[in-house]
C-alpha cells in the first residue's frame, strides 16, 4: 500500500521536472490508505474491506479498457 503512495511522491519530488501526473499513483493510494488505517478498528473492517475491493476493482477496470 504504502509503494503506490511513495511510488507517486517520488515521481513527483524526486524527478526534476515536477509534472502532476506523476501524483496519479498517489490519488489511488491515499484512499486505500484511509481505508486500512479506518479498518484497523473492528467495527469498520467489513466496510473498509469491501471499498478498497471496490476502489481497486474501478482502477483496475479504468486501466484495462484499453486491452479490450
Known amino acids: 500500500m504504502c509503494n503506490i503512495y511513495c511510488n507517486g511522491l517520488y515521481g513527483y519530488f524526486g ?14 493510494g491515499i484512499p486505500l490508505l484511509i481505508l486500512g488505517w479506518l479498518g484497523l478498528n473492528e467495527k ?24 479490450i
Open 15 to 28: 524527478i526534476s521536472s515536477e509534472s502532476i501526473t506523476a501524483l496519479i499513483p498517489t490519488f489511488f
Open 44 to 67: 469498520y473492517l467489513k466496510h473498509t474491506m469491501h471499498g478498497a475491493a471496490v476502489l481497486t476493482s474501478a482502477w483496475i477496470c479504468r486501466n484495462s479498457w484499453r486491452i
